[in-house]
């Protein structure tokens, strides 16, 4: 199978498979809906699958690529050179908020897209949620079982630290699914769209999200221990109870709302300990 696309060939270390499929694209900037005025930027435009469309509709683009040919490509671009500013730069070091904050304010916030490498999607979907108070919608073309897990409840097989978090931080909905033959080279996984909101008030109080991410790691590490095995370094099994959760429970089954109460229970305790 070709790994060449319009002249361009694909590099692993990259993690890049091209978009090529008219009639997906089309539905993604549709779901994207890119207007003139907006702060749009795209993460890993590649060959231009989304950059060129969502160019016709909009006067101004920031797009981040960390090929430095694909890059210089854009740069030349014939017909949206001018539209485009190009951040050369790997999408997992740069500081959004700071983007955000060089774009013109009457804009709004940034609208985020891309074609995200899916070996680098999930810490790259955590390092935006750090920036999220910047960010009015994110729309993500992501491994399918990525979005699953998204996008998961509790009692899913499905649902798990990275749905707990994500949900924390957005509202989450999967627009589209995507065949690996809207792709060159297709990957070996099906791919879907999903749309991420970040919310303007957290649907939950918590005292540290750090703390709530730690708990969240502690508990699903290990899926088939219960609260009262995942926990023990951290609460009490009255400690849990007095919360209203079973300790004998294991986390897949848990809302958000009492990973929050579990966590904020964490932080009580540390801060008795270092009073």
Same mark, same amino acid.
């Given at each position: 199978?070709?790994?060449?696309?319009?002249?361009?060939?694909?590099?692993?270390?990259?993690?890049?498979?091209?978009l090529?499929?008219?009639?997906?694209?089309?539905?993604?900037?549709?779901?994207?809906?890119?207007?003139?005025?907006?702060n749009?930027?795209?993460?890993?435009?590649?060959?231009?699958?989304?950059?060129?469309?969502?160019?016709?509709?909009?006067?101004?683009?920031?797009?981040?690529?960390?090929?430095?040919?694909?890059a210089?490509?854009?740069?030349?671009?014939?017909?949206?050179g001018?539209?485009?500013?190009?951040?050369?730069?790997?999408?997992?070091?740069?500081?959004?908020?700071?983007?955000?904050q060089s774009?013109?304010?009457?804009?709004?916030?940034?609208?985020?897209?891309?074609?995200?490498?899916?070996?680098?999607?999930?810490?790259?979907?955590?390092?935006?949620?750090?920036?999220?108070?910047?960010?009015?919608?994110?729309?993500?073309?992501?491994?399918?079982e990525?979005?699953t897990?998204?996008?998961?409840?509790?009692?899913?097989?499905?649902?798990g630290?990275?749905?707990?978090?994500?949900?924390?931080?957005?509202? =989450?909905t #999967?627009?589209?699914?995507?065949p690996?033959?809207?792709?060159?080279?297709?990957? +070996?996984?099906d791919? $879907? *769209?999903? @749309?991420?909101?970040?919310?303007?008030?957290?649907?939950?109080?918590?005292?540290?999200?750090?703390?709530?991410?730690?708990?969240?790691a502690?508990?699903?590490?290990?899926?088939?221990?219960?609260l009262?095995?995942?926990?023990?370094?951290?609460?009490?099994?009255?400690?849990?109870?007095?919360?209203g =959760?079973? #300790?004998?429970?294991?986390?897949?089954?848990?809302?958000?709302?009492?990973?929050? +109460?579990?966590?904020? $229970? *964490?932080? @009580?305790?540390?801060?008795?300990?270092e009073?």
């Open positions: 199978m070709s790994k060449t696309h319009l002249g361009h060939t694909a590099r692993k270390r990259f993690g890049q498979n091209f090529h499929d008219e009639y997906v694209i089309g539905n993604i900037v549709a779901a994207i809906a890119p207007k003139p005025g907006q749009l930027l795209e993460i890993g435009p590649g060959l231009g699958a989304l950059t060129d469309p969502v160019c016709e509709e909009v006067d101004a683009l920031t797009v981040v690529e960390l090929d430095r040919d694909l210089k490509r854009l740069r030349h671009h014939p017909f949206h001018q539209k485009l500013s190009i951040i050369e730069q790997d999408a997992l070091t740069l500081d959004f908020s700071q983007v955000a774009l013109p304010a009457e804009r709004g916030k940034l609208r985020v897209f891309g074609n995200l490498p899916y070996n680098i999607s999930t810490p790259l979907m955590f390092h935006l949620f750090s920036h999220a108070k910047h960010i009015a919608d994110m729309h993500f073309m992501l491994q399918k990525v979005v897990r998204l996008a998961a409840g509790p009692g899913s097989k499905h649902y630290r990275l749905s707990v978090m994500a949900q924390y931080y957005c509202a =989450i #999967p627009v589209l699914q995507v690996p033959g809207a792709f060159k080279p297709p990957p +070996k996984v791919s $879907a *769209v999903v @749309r991420l909101i970040p919310h303007a008030t957290p649907p939950v109080d918590v005292e540290s999200v750090e703390l709530l991410e730690s708990v969240c502690k508990v699903f590490n290990q899926r088939r221990k219960t009262r095995n995942g926990l023990k370094e951290l609460l009490t099994d009255t400690q849990i109870s007095d919360l =959760i079973d #300790p004998g429970v294991r986390a897949e089954v848990l809302p958000l709302s009492d990973f929050a +109460k579990l966590a904020n $229970a *964490v932080a @009580r305790n540390t801060a008795q300990e009073g």
